[in-house]
């Protein structure tokens, strides 16, 4: 079936912006993640989510940005008031498939690049 | 906490050598590890993982690894390098990454010369 996908691809925004991400995970799939992976680096966690609930915000980097899955399947990531360090590769991942399956496994989808000018 | 550390940001092979791409991790429980691979411009993509059971763990391509837990390890290789494994590798570990995050090492990029 289809694996993660993200929108957009590609984001460039002005300094001040608000951004919105969105992540479409493997449908069936019950826990959604974000990263964060600067230029160079490995990915970063931001927090996720057991279908609608949010389990663990602890990687947010502070209250600019904050994360929702109200229907327990798509997840957009917000960011407000965007800043120059902002700018990174966002990526979302999926795993635990309802139906069964390998539950170890996290699935990733191909990012969002976000540019802060 | 768990961490993991890669040592070499960057490994030169030619092509139908060994490759050998060193993971060592931080856990204080018995964790799942995992390699995953990035090829220029995709996303990332899952090369192998350890959960329980046999330590040397197989995967796509060619490639294995070991876990060994007296040297907290989990080293990649392959052994002969084919031009098309040029990409970004990156060891993870995780508690379990069925409802916990995966921790990622900082990569190591692996260039093929022929």
């Known amino acids: 079936g289809a694996g993660v996908s993200q929108s957009p691809r590609y984001k460039v925004t002005k300094r001040g912006q608000d951004v919105a991400l969105r992540c479409d995970p493997i449908?069936?799939?019950?826990?959604l993640y974000w990263y964060r992976q600067a230029l160079g680096q490995g990915p970063e966690f931001l927090t996720y989510?057991?279908?609608?609930?949010?389990?663990?915000k602890s990687g947010l980097p502070n209250d600019r940005f904050s994360a929702e899955r109200p229907e327990g399947s798509i997840s957009t990531l917000t960011i407000q008031r965007t800043e120059q360090r902002d700018s990174a590769m966002y990526r979302c991942?999926?795993?635990?498939?309802?139906?069964?399956?390998?539950?170890?496994?996290?699935?990733f989808g191909p990012g969002t690049r976000l540019l802060v000018l | 906490a768990q961490s993991v550390t890669q040592l070499g940001s960057h490994v030169s092979v030619s092509e139908g050598a060994l490759v050998l791409l060193r993971c060592n991790y931080s856990?204080?429980?018995?964790?799942?590890l995992f390699w995953y691979v990035q090829y220029p411009n995709q996303g990332l993509q899952l090369l192998l993982k350890?959960?329980?059971?046999?330590?040397l763990v197989k995967g796509i391509n060619g490639f294995e690894a070991e876990f060994k837990k007296s040297e907290t390890s989990f080293h990649l290789t392959k052994p002969s390098a084919h031009m098309s494994d040029a990409a970004e590798y990156f060891c993870?570990?995780?508690?379990?990454?069925?409802?916990?995050?995966?921790?990622f090492g900082p990569g190591t990029s692996l260039s093929v010369i022929p």
């Open positions: 856990s204080s429980v018995p964790p799942y």
């Open positions: 991942a999926s795993s635990l498939p309802r139906g069964g399956g390998p539950k170890e496994t996290q699935y």
């Open positions: 989510f057991n279908y609608e609930a949010q389990q663990d």
């Open positions: 350890y959960t329980t059971g046999a330590t």
């Open positions: 449908s069936g799939h019950v826990s």
């Open positions: 993870a570990v995780s508690l379990n990454p069925s409802y916990d995050k995966v921790i």
